[in-house]
């Protein structure tokens, strides 16, 4: 333990937030199905205005685990979920757990050379996927092991009949709809054929507090991305560190807006175990809009919404403009990025409710630190560490090394929320898991003698564009296939709103004449739309170190001062 660090930091807890919790027992199917006999009747999910109450949902995960099990999911196994944020993705989500099997959320966004990747690695046969996006799962590239089965899910579906016609769909194909007559993708089977078997034998057994709960793939320093093991344990102890960290939580009556993917661990932790623990109505947002939030918090507004700066500052803004009251907001937990001290005021001062910023990672179900609730936070600073969690700050070229109190240093974090490693990964595994359960995060911090925590720096040199990870290596290896393209380093550089902009610079061979757009064109065929550059640059040269590997830090460096 760093010195001068022995839990300082609970002393600016928030009144009643304990420096522990109980050990967690069960599972998340165990969370659920306590949230279905004591919430039974109200409201569970909000999906344009449908409402799921949480007997209904208990219900639909029971039939959704009936169809995984008939196409052949057991315990252990990988299932592969393609969603956006819908009803059918918190059905799936616990129908996979209630098998013991294994969720691997993907991005319904990603390209098929993005997705086989991930599919190559985690081998699940078994995949729930988007109707957009279904087609192109059946037909993922080299693959070692095939999908045999890919359920396709219409969200239009979860829709009440008057949104369907409001989205303006031919005649024909909305007739389809309300008959549940839509065609499925080719080579795959409706999500309605899923729940169409009768609820599981209740004498399946389901899942322990050990077992793996999902993969939650997150860039790396190089390489591809990882699949974070995460385990019911560290999930449920995420919760219920949330859970305590937020004094005031009304169980049963709070709403909670899902407008973070719940593909993204953020998300998932935040909305789909912390919001089902809290028997809370989850409004669904199938991707981020100004818009339908706004239009959705006149009927049933937030009162805890978890985001991204971005989305606070836009929201706020707009709901300044038109008029629209976001007064019943009470919490709200910003993460992923930093978070500008004008976009807290502002949203503080349209909705009198408090904005506090927090700090995680995959690895750690994601979170492990956040400003305390009420007068103690410190904007500027991501907080302090969660009940029952510990930090370091060490050396990052010795971990063994502790750094004094106030002097940079990279980040340790141990706690129950703290992940088991990275999927077929053992030496990844061993380079960022210590001994005594340490992890390292890549990240450099100063942490003064209360124990607030302050990021400086990334070692990872990831990029953080509206609250996903982009991997510069990914990027440069598709800008380098580019005809004429010698070299290439993607940096992000910083935005008002704590954002990163994509921006590659790029080298060429001599006399050749690269079109930037041409590399933007490359990219998008190849990457998810986040992860093309914003803007690409040609230089002469690029900066390097003595064994030839570019310097991004110092063509970051040269592009700020620049």
């Known amino acids: 333990m760093t010195a001068g660090l022995e839990h300082t930091w609970v002393a600016h807890y928030a009144e009643g937030v304990p420096a522990e919790i109980d050990p967690p027992i069960g599972s998340l199917v165990d969370l659920l199905t306590e949230a279905v006999a004591t919430y039974g009747p109200r409201p569970a999910l909000e999906f344009f205005g449908a409402e799921v109450t949480y007997s209904e949902l208990g219900r639909r995960v029971e039939l959704a685990a009936e169809g995984l099990r008939l196409l052949g999911v057991r315990a252990g196994d990988r299932v592969a979920l393609v969603l ?37 690695d985690h081998g699940a046969t078994v995949a729930v996927a988007w109707d ?23 969200i239009t579906a979860s829709m009440p009949w008057a949104k369907r016609v409001a989205l303006r769909l031919p005649v024909r194909r909305a007739r389809e709809m309300r008959a549940q007559l839509t ?13 169409a078997h009768g609820p599981l034998d209740p004498s399946v057994p389901g899942p322990s507090v050990e077992d793996l709960a999902a993969i939650q793939y997150t860039s790396g320093t190089t390489g591809h991305p990882k699949g974070a093991m995460l385990s019911h344990g560290n999930l449920l102890a995420n919760a219920a560190q949330g859970r305590a960290w937020v004094p005031g939580m009304r169980p049963g009556q709070e709403v909670v807006y899902a407008v973070l993917p719940m593909f993204h661990a953020y998300g998932l932790t935040l909305c789909l175990t912390f919001a089902m623990s809290t028997g809370a109505r989850l409004v669904l947002f199938p991707k981020f809009d100004v818009d339908l939030v706004l ?3 006149k009927k049933h507004p937030p009162t805890f919404l978890p985001a991204v700066p971005p ?15 976001l007064t019943a907001t009470r919490f709200a937990i910003s993460g992923a990025m930093a978070l500008p001290r004008e976009t807290l005021e502002l949203w503080e001062d349209v909705t009198g409710g408090l904005l506090v910023e927090g700090y995680g990672l995959t690895e750690t179900s994601p979170v492990a630190i956040g400003n305390p609730i009420g007068s103690e936070r410190r904007p500027g600073a991501v907080g302090v560490p969660f009940p029952s969690t510990d930090i370091r700050v060490v050396d990052p070229d010795d971990p063994t090394r502790d750094r004094p109190v106030g002097e940079r240093g990279e980040l340790l974090i141990r706690g129950p929320q703290v992940f088991g490693g990275y999927w077929g990964k053992p030496e990844e595994t061993s380079a960022a898991l210590l001994d005594g359960g ?56 910083p935005r008002p709103d704590g954002s990163e902009d994509v921006v590659a610079v790029v080298t060429t061979e001599p006399g050749a004449e690269v079109d930037v757009e041409d590399v933007r064109a490359r990219c998008r065929s190849d990457l998810a739309a986040y992860k093309v550059p914003r803007r690409v640059l040609v230089v002469d040269e690029l900066p390097r170190s003595q064994i030839g590997k570019v310097l991004r830090k110092q063509v970051r460096d040269s592009l700020i001062g620049g």
Not at 140 to 152: E, I
Not at 311 to 325: H, K, N, S
Not at 472 to 483: D, F, H, K, L, Q
């Open 84 to 120: 956006p944020n819908c009803p059918e993705h918190i059905v799936a989500f616990y129908a996979v757990l209630r098998l013991g099997a294994v969720v691997v959320e993907h991005n319904p966004l990603y390209t098929p050379t993005e997705m086989a990747h991930q599919f190559g």
């Open 132 to 154: 957009k996006v279904a087609g192109a799962v059946t037909q993922l590239p080299d693959l070692q092991h095939r999908v045999q089965h890919v359920v396709a899910v219409d």
């Open 183 to 195: 065609a499925p993708s080719t080579g795959t089977t409706p999500w309605s054929d899923l729940l």
């Open 295 to 297: 239009a959705a918090a």
């Open 311 to 325: 989305i606070y500052q836009r929201l706020a803004t707009a709901a300044r403009e038109r008029g629209v009251d």
């Open 438 to 493: 340490w992890f390292r995060t890549g990240d450099i911090v100063v942490v003064d003698a209360d124990g607030f925590v302050s990021v400086v720096d990334r070692i990872k040199e990831l990029i953080i564009t509206g609250g996903f990870n982009v991997m510069p290596s990914e990027v440069e290896a598709v800008v380098r296939t580019v005809p004429g393209v010698t070299d290439a380093a993607v940096v992000g550089l």
